[in-house]
T-cell receptor, first 110, second 116 residues
């Protein structure tokens, strides 16, 4: 079993839809949780960062962490075609090593 | 412009022919790392470095070497490449190492390596 599980998709939604992306994990020691966005032929870029449990909002993006269920989510409101990318969850228990999910490919149709 | 620069972007080679992928960052970051990205497996860490002359193995170090002689450079060396090392490689850097836990990773644009 992988330490971090992420549905690879692909996920296709119409413009304006609310998108929910999720990851589950098995290592209860993880305490730093991140979402990276990766456009085609580019390196990943940090989208959201959360420490421990709770919610964090940044514009149209909301990250949620439920440590009791070992489950993290990223919500995108009013999705735009420019949101089309692969979204990678990542988590760690120390600053030295991140464990990434395999990524979910999202397409927002105009 | 703050960036992580990898070269080359694309590389095709043959089994056993030593190669080096270069990585350089201009942000004075102490932490640097190499990842490989494979379909269905996501990003897996190969090696990382917390500072000059300090390197450590990640999750998949076999068949790779690194060195950190200068702060800005972190080359990835494949002494004898094999076809199972065909992958998309990313270098990344961060300010991690100064006690901050909220420093994001900056990634390069990637190197697509094919080993025939």
């Amino acid at each position: 079993q992988k330490e971090v599980e992420q549905d690879p998709g692909p996920l296709s939604v119409p413009e304006g839809a609310i998108v929910s992306l999720n990851c589950t994990y098995s290592n209860s020691a993880f305490q730093y949780f991140m979402w990276y966005r990766q456009y085609s032929r580019k390196g990943p870029e940090l989208l959201m960062y959360t420490y421990s449990s709770g919610n964090k909002e940044d514009g149209r993006f909301t990250a949620q962490v439920d440590k009791s269920s070992k489950y993290i989510s990223l919500f995108i409101r009013d999705s735009q075609p420019s949101d089309s990318a692969t979204y990678l969850c990542a988590m760690s228990f120390s600053v030295r090593q991140l464990t990434f999910g395999s990524g979910t490919q999202l397409t927002v149709l105009p | 412009e703050a960036q992580v620069t990898q070269n080359p972007r694309y590389l095709i080679t043959v089994t056993g022919k030593k190669l080096t992928v270069t990585c350089s960052q201009n942000m004075n970051h102490e932490y640097m790392s190499w990842y490989r990205q494979d379909p269905g497996l996501g990003l897996r860490q190969i090696y990382y470095s917390m500072n000059v002359e300090v390197t450590d193995k990640g999750d998949v170090p076999e068949g790779y070497k690194v060195s950190r002689k200068e702060k800005r450079n972190f080359p990835l060396i494949l002494e004898s490449p094999s076809p199972n090392q065909t992958s998309l490689y990313f270098c990344a850097s961060s300010l991690w190492g100064r006690g901050s836990t909220n420093e994001k990773l900056f990634f390069g644009s990637g190197t697509q390596l094919s080993v025939l």
